[in-house]
């Protein structure tokens, strides 16, 4: 995801500095132009340095951390945040930075690396006013829109709804497409017909030719998602919001971790489904497909 962010912003003729844990994956982006930097302290004389990592850990570390972003005498002026955390560990960063005399912006961004390749990702803000219409130009270099939902960490929740949401859908459509499947009806017609109702959603359609092909290469994987309802979860308790339907999804991830697909594509909530149904699932292919074959 990174790599597509930084993708966006060379693409639009800003000056980009890249670091990565895994060096390989930094030194990918110089055919665009991008410098690429031995340690992080050295992106911390930048204006504004963008962080986009996996888990709450990994933030504080490469904020917080010892050779982070703040370790230095060198402070960026301003951190903008894009991965999916607690709100907890988000207010912790923010003020440690502020402490240091450096702005933070939390942006997460909705969309997988290839919708951040074309640029129909979006982005949700929340910082000072003042930060976030300094940031914005970056950010809407990244992504088609972005929202500012608030000054403080506003856009935590958000993501988190957002990615709640996400998994209520795949599973959604995991259960009407084994049931009409199992009933003789064929993957590809039940989808197309779905896909032309109102109730069609452009993740659904987008995703449609890999529920034919059962292809579960990483999007977004299994576990990564089971962290996000781990999160989301966290803050309904919190907020003391019953959340039924979310709760059993959380399970259905667990379960399909437990079946082998950790590190494939949350869409492997399908194949549980159809596993648990008692259906074998079977690569399939459009009209259209075979048409062209």
Not at 91 to 119: C, Q, T, W, Y
Not at 187 to 208: D, H, I, M, P, S
Not at 217 to 226: D, K, S, Y
Request: charged share 25%.
């Amino acid at each position: 995801m990174g790599s597509a962010m930084a993708r966006r912003l060379l693409a639009a003729e800003h000056k980009v500095a890249v670091w990565n844990r895994t060096r390989s994956k930094a030194e990918a982006l110089q055919a665009d132009g991008a410098t690429v930097a031995d340690t992080i302290g050295e992106l911390a004389d930048q204006d504004v340095v963008f962080v986009m990592v996996s888990t709450p850990k990994d933030l504080e570390e490469v904020v917080l951390g010892e050779n982070g972003l703040l370790s230095g005498s060198n402070k960026p002026q301003v951190i903008v945040d894009c991965s999916t955390v607690n709100t907890e560990t988000s207010k912790k960063i923010r003020d440690a930075v502020v402490a240091a005399g450096s702005e933070f912006l939390a942006a997460p961004i909705s969309g997988n690396p290839h919708m951040v390749d074309e640029g129909t990702s979006v982005m949700v803000a929340s910082g000072p006013e003042e930060t976030y219409e300094k940031v914005r130009p970056y950010l809407e270099a990244i992504g088609k829109a972005s929202v500012h939902a608030g000054e403080d960490e506003q856009s935590r929740l958000v993501k988190l709804c957002h990615n709640l949401y996400l998994g209520l859908i795949v599973q959604s459509v995991s259960e009407v497409t084994t049931l009409a499947e199992k009933a003789g009806v064929p993957r590809a017609a039940f989808l197309e017909f779905l896909n032309n109702t109102v109730l069609g959603t452009e993740w659904v359609r987008r995703r449609t030719p890999d529920m034919l092909s059962l292809d579960l290469t990483p999007t977004f994987t299994t576990e990564l998602l089971r962290k996000d309802f781990d999160l989301g979860l966290a803050a309904a308790r919190e907020h003391e919001v019953t959340m039924p339907l979310a709760g059993s999804v959380f399970q259905l991830l667990q379960a399909a971790i437990g079946r082998g697909y950790r590190d494939d594509d949350f869409l492997s909530l399908f194949a549980v489904e159809a596993a648990s149904s008692g259906l074998t699932l079977e690569p399939q292919t459009t009209e259209s497909d075979e048409s062209q074959s």
